[in-house]
């Protein structure tokens, strides 16, 4: 008890301090008297009554300014009376606070029918430009105000299609009705009550931080284990190289002193043999492809994830391509099948654990070139990915999985003219207009689809359709916050202005002003990219001929891109119980077969053409093989 009337006048404190910011007038009425009956200290509330009483005026003086176009007056007022950590915390008051600038940069343009008095208008623009370069380069990242970037140095802003929104009524009364509303809850909001700050420090903040941090631990653990990987490679690769090394230089000395080497080079040079890794026990895979089709879902779900993590973790080489091989030889995914139920038919599950972990499983296998080879043998399986990746939600593992597969099917010619006879182009720009809700692999691996496509001619006449809209989401995608994008960007842009009626719609819209934005920011690879999209964009209707390549052969080799990204294993929602077996130890325990395994020597497949980096990407590739492989 002596505790609590210790510290009696704080708890009361608190109590009255939360009612009155919750609004609770009658409630706090009745507090106070019981209070006062009861001699209980109440400490008075600080500073309450007075802010509210110039909250009106303040705010009718900012509203007043702002439909008069008294810019200097509105942002004295604004820095006056609206915090400075809301002004500079706070994402709603900096979003808001940027179209006022362009509101007030623009007024004199909406209110003067269009002549306006150009000294007064060049000190506008010149004060947004000051603006932009200073505080609002904050934003200078952010894909809904990148265009705005552009705007001082377009002439006539008016008639851009970028900028034609602006001079509308309606935006202006939106904007207004947006600063209302901010102002009512800014100019009237109290501080945070101790009552609120102490329960969520010391609760459900607590939690959270719980959560987040075993989910990075969970994350941290996958990438140990992947650089483990990498490293052991390379120290595998460095201590055959110092071998390799050290006999060439016995070689040197001995041809110094005059002895034969020439066996001894030849032995150097030969191919040091790395070391022995085992082959993996082989499977029954009648057993397996019959659970794989009648077994419950759980057991379905644990099938599929062990065979990927086969693949995904078996050493590149003899080990994963005798693991590969007796998939396809056993045709474990009825690629070859006629039958009404297949292990295909799994990307159509009611489960949808089943539907992500066959979506994984295809992805791993359209990883490796020689399992593209194998899942494009199968003539409704591009049309059953095109559906999931329709009917899937887009923040969901499955879509993005199954994303992934058709982006690394874009590297074959025929499946690049199923896709864009089927559409797939449209759909892409249309999902790249809202880019808030993919996660970073969904949007690279999108972007990167959507340039191996438009590098057919086809391809190119499609983007030609639509050739404002396309050129629109490419203008936001280029100041785009992840930065890996970019080369894809870059060669989708290059691409497409090939065709002259698009290089007209990108001269009407300004897009050679917005590239040039990009430039004064750009990495030196980004500016040497976007200097050939501008003389691109600048070339003469004579060299246009676009050569149509719809009717070459539709050859079966393709660049060797054999990359295993560490996204294809990451966040698994499967997790084994007490008593369960996953992984390895479910197929060597329940699945263990005589002798499945068909080594065979694998096909030599095609290099790939290397470009110079300075030039916008004009081969397909994958996202996975461009940053690992291409850029070396």
Not at 419 to 433: A, E, H, P, S
């Amino acid at each position: 008890m002596g505790d609590v009337l210790a510290y009696e006048a704080e708890l009361l404190g608190l109590v009255r301090e939360y009612l009155d910011f919750a609004e609770f007038e009658e409630t706090v009425k009745v507090f106070t008297k019981e209070c006062k009956i009861k001699g209980k200290p109440l400490p008075k509330p600080v500073g309450v009554s007075s802010r509210d009483s110039k909250a009106l005026p303040v705010q009718k003086d900012l509203l007043t300014a702002f439909e008069n176009g008294e810019q200097k007056v509105f942002f004295q007022l604004w820095e006056e009376h609206i915090p400075s950590s809301v002004r500079d915390n706070e994402p709603v008051a900096q979003k808001l606070e940027f179209y006022l600038h362009i509101h007030f940069a623009t007024y004199l343009l909406k209110h003067s029918m269009g002549k306006p008095d150009k000294a007064a208008l060049e000190e506008r623009i010149s004060c947004f430009k000051v603006y932009l370069e200073t505080k609002g380069a904050a934003l200078s990242q952010t894909t809904e105000f990148l265009p705005f970037y552009a705007l001082p140095f377009v002439p006539n802003p008016m008639v851009h299609p970028s900028f034609k929104e602006l001079f509308q009524d309606s935006w202006t009364l939106d904007l207004k009705t947006r600063l209302e509303k901010f102002l009512s809850l800014t100019l009237k909001a109290r501080q945070t009550p101790q009552l609120l700050t102490l329960f969520k420090e010391n609760g459900q903040c607590n939690k959270e931080m719980l959560q987040h941090l075993h989910q990075q631990l969970v994350e941290s653990e996958h990438r140990t284990m992947t650089y483990l990987k990498r490293f052991n490679k390379m120290q595998a690769d460095y201590h055959n190289l110092i071998g390799v090394t050290a006999e060439l230089v016995d070689s040197l000395e001995a041809t110094v002193n005059g002895k034969m080497a020439s066996t001894m080079l030849r032995a150097s040079l030969a191919p040091v043999k790395m070391q022995d890794v085992p082959l993996l026990p082989s499977l029954d895979y009648e057993k397996l492809k019959k659970d794989l089709i009648t077994g419950n879902d759980r057991l379905k779900a644990f099938l599929l994830q062990a065979l990927r993590w086969r693949l995904t973790t078996s050493y590149p080489g003899e080990q994963r391509d005798t693991v590969l091989q007796a998939y396809i030889s056993n045709d474990l995914l009825d690629c070859h099948s006629d039958r009404q139920r297949s292990v295909l038919k799994l990307l159509h599950s009611k489960s949808e654990v089943v539907r992500q972990y066959m979506a994984r499983l295809i992805n791993a296998f359209a990883s490796l070139a020689e399992g593209r080879v194998y899942l494009s043998q199968n003539p409704m399986l591009l049309r059953m990915l095109e559906e999931r990746l329709k009917a899937e939600d887009k923040d969901s593992l499955t879509w993005e999985n199954v994303l992934g597969a058709l982006q690394k099917f874009s590297l074959r010619r025929a499946l690049q003219s199923a896709m864009i006879k089927d559409g797939l182009i449209f759909w892409l720009v249309d999902v790249l207009t809202d880019t808030e809700c993919l996660s970073d692999y969904t949007l690279e691996y999108s972007v990167a689809l959507l340039m191996n496509l438009c590098l057919r001619s086809a391809g190119k006449k499609m983007c030609a359709r639509i050739a404002n809209h396309v050129l629109k989401v490419l203008s936001d995608l280029l100041g785009h916050e992840n930065h890996e994008i970019q080369p894809y960007v870059n060669g989708t842009l290059y691409s497409i202005l090939a065709i002259p009626s698009v290089r007209e719609e990108a001269r009407a819209m300004g897009m050679e002003e917005i590239l040039r934005c990009f430039i004064k920011e750009g990495n030196a690879e980004m500016i040497r990219q976007i200097e050939f999209i501008i003389k691109q964009l600048n070339s003469e209707p004579l060299n246009d001929s676009i050569v149509s390549d719809d009717e070459e052969e539709e050859e079966d080799e393709e660049d060797d891109h054999d990359i295993m990204e560490a996204d294809l294993d990451k966040d698994e929602v499967l997790q084994p119980q007490l008593g369960e077996l996953a992984g390895e130890k479910l197929l060597t325990t329940e699945y263990l077969g005589i002798m499945t395994h068909t080594p065979k020597t694998k096909k030599k497949l095609f290099p790939g053409v290397h470009q110079s980096v300075d030039e916008p990407l004009q081969r397909p590739v994958t996202p996975g093989y461009h940053r690992t492989v291409y850029l070396m």
